[in-house]
């Protein structure tokens, strides 16, 4: 018996709201993308009073815990996340499900969360730092002290990609910082994320952390709710858009962490053994291609394009397509039907434009057949108007373009919508660190690509239409304060300058 059979339906997830768990009298049916028809749960889905009430308990928690130091806050938050571990293989299974991705990346997923939570945590000495301004003799007679304080209450918005661990990059930060927070998961993937949440939730006091599932028409006070100072947003353009214009109702701030169309720039002294190929075919497959930060196109020097292109298709050639708990499946499906058509649509119009386009693997058949697969594909030297160049695929296709000079190279990497990551191939770090500075992005890696090479400590985000604000680090906690100015006057000094 598969663990589908065991759960479907069986996974159920409430909402949690100021230290309650609470039904709803409507839910939301939790497709599986590998198996059409298929079940995986329901999660509560919360009517507009409920986010109301949500917000509320979240507003009645703020006093009492941004009052705490941050090392008393700290203290809690450790001993909230202790145990979840134990759940990790449980909660692999459901999301692996409900995302479609293979069982490893899901259990990686809750590890990720678990690490920034760590991470966030050992920030603490440094959120109440303030600086001094001392009097200037015969022009400013106030010392003026500079410190932080917590915004309020913040909502975090977090995608079906990688749920969990996304939430890790904000959360954390925020409650550290002496925000309260309200988690809104994915309505297509919300089970695994939810019950995570809310494992935490109830080991802090009432109202710190607040969960709410549910369709996306319900959600508007969670943005427009005079009493939330901040939404945090992970997902795509066009959603990043939406969330800023509600927000600008209330004057709500914002941090948008958007798509990206990531470069990777693979210069002609690039060193391409198989432990780099496997990097960068990590770098563009994982998750079947579903990452934000994924390598969305490669440009290669013409010299090395066929090594390029060999050493990608030769790891293709060992894909396995198929459902994402199964043993030896290591590329599950895509998470939705319309992802599937817009993937499969991109394709076809590379092989009609005349481009070689090259496809592995084989669609699974039985009770996976119909689901939302695709052959993972390169396409070699497209047309650079081509949508598989010029949109971010979130699939497993990838554009491998040739290119003669590094200036042509750094000019076809920025010449996009999209600034959040890229990256550099070469020997040199000189010539890294040269080509790396140019590329308009937030983050570059150097001989590596790819969300499991993150630097969990440094801050991240895009430019461009990738979003902006930055998660992670000290800077995360910053973005989730306000700078608080009090002056003293000095009376010596204010004396001296009237004379």
């Given amino acids: 018996?598969?663990?589908?059979?065991?759960?479907?339906?069986?996974?159920?997830?409430?909402?949690?709201?100021?230290?309650?768990?609470?039904?709803?009298?409507?839910?939301?049916?939790?497709?599986?993308?590998?198996?059409?028809?298929?079940?995986?749960?329901?999660?509560?889905?919360?009517?507009?009073?409920?986010?109301?009430?949500?917000?509320?308990?979240?507003?009645?928690?703020?006093?009492?815990?941004?009052?705490?130091?941050?090392?008393?806050r700290a203290a809690q938050m450790a001993a909230a996340i202790e145990g979840v571990a134990a759940f990790r293989d449980e909660d692999a299974a459901i999301l692996s499900q409900e995302n479609g991705k293979v069982r490893m990346e899901a259990w990686v997923d809750a590890l990720v969360f678990e690490i920034r939570w760590g991470l966030a945590l050992s920030l603490a000495d440094q959120v109440d730092t303030s600086t001094v301004l001392e009097p200037i003799p015969g022009a400013i007679p106030t010392r003026t002290t500079v410190r932080h304080q917590p915004l309020g209450v913040v909502t975090v918005i977090v995608p079906f990609n990688w749920p969990i661990a996304i939430l890790g990059a904000a959360l954390p930060h925020a409650l550290l910082a002496g925000n309260t927070a309200i988690v809104k998961p994915p309505p297509s993937a919300p089970l695994a994320t939810a019950r995570f949440v809310q494992r935490i939730a109830e080991k802090l006091p009432a109202g710190v952390l607040n969960v709410v599932t549910g369709t996306d028409e319900n959600m508007g006070a969670l943005i427009q709710n005079e009493d939330v100072a901040k939404v945090c947003f992970t997902g795509s353009v066009g959603g990043g858009k939406r969330i800023m214009e509600m927000a600008s109702k209330s004057l709500t701030r914002v941090t948008l962490e958007l798509g990206g169309n990531d470069a990777a720039v693979i210069l002609e002294d690039a060193i391409l053994d198989d432990a780099h190929l496997d990097r960068l075919f990590a770098a563009i497959y994982d998750t079947t291609g579903q990452i934000c930060m994924n390598a969305k196109r490669v440009y290669v020097h013409r010299s090395r394009l066929?090594?390029?292109?060999?050493?990608?298709?030769?790891?293709?050639?060992?894909?396995?397509?198929?459902?994402?708990?199964?043993?030896?499946?290591?590329?599950?499906?895509?998470?939705?039907?319309?992802?599937?058509?817009?993937?499969?649509?991109?394709?076809?119009?590379?092989?009609?434009?005349?481009?070689?386009?090259?496809?592995?693997?084989?669609?699974?058949?039985?009770?996976?057949?119909?689901?939302?697969?695709?052959?993972?594909?390169?396409?070699?030297?497209?047309?650079?108007?081509?949508?598989?160049v010029t949109y971010e695929q979130f699939g497993p296709v990838i554009p491998v373009l040739p290119f003669d000079t590094e200036e042509e190279a750094v000019a076809a990497a920025n010449d996009t919508w999209g600034g959040l990551c890229g990256s550099v191939w070469t020997a040199s770090a000189e010539t890294a660190n040269r080509v790396g500075s140019q590329l308009v992005c937030g983050y570059v890696w150097v001989n590596d690509h790819g969300a499991t090479r993150l630097d969990l400590r440094a801050p991240f985000g895009g430019m461009k239409q990738s979003g902006f604000g930055r998660e992670q680090g000290i800077e995360g906690v910053r973005a989730f304060q306000d700078s608080h100015s009090i002056s003293h006057l000095d009376p010596e000094v204010l004396a001296s300058m009237h004379h």
Avoid: C
Wanted: glycine share 10%; hydrophobic share 40%; aromatic share 4%.
């Fill in 306 to 388: 066929d090594e390029v292109v060999d050493g990608l298709a030769a790891r293709l050639e060992k894909t396995k397509l198929g459902y994402g708990l199964d043993e030896g499946t290591t590329m599950g499906p895509l998470h939705s039907p319309v992802q599937k058509a817009f993937v499969d649509e991109l394709i076809e119009e590379a092989k009609a434009s005349g481009a070689d386009v090259r496809e592995f693997g084989e669609l699974p058949g039985g009770d996976l057949a119909g689901g939302n697969f695709v052959r993972p594909a390169i396409v070699v030297d497209p047309s650079p108007d081509l949508r598989v």
């Fill in 1 to 72: 018996m598969t663990l589908t059979d065991q759960t479907a339906t069986a996974v159920s997830t409430p909402l949690y709201i100021g230290g309650e768990v609470r039904s709803t009298p409507k839910t939301l049916s939790v497709a599986d993308p590998g198996k059409p028809g298929a079940i995986v749960g329901s999660a509560a889905s919360a009517t507009t009073q409920d986010v109301a009430d949500a917000v509320a308990a979240a507003k009645a928690a703020f006093p009492a815990w941004s009052v705490l130091t941050p090392q008393e």
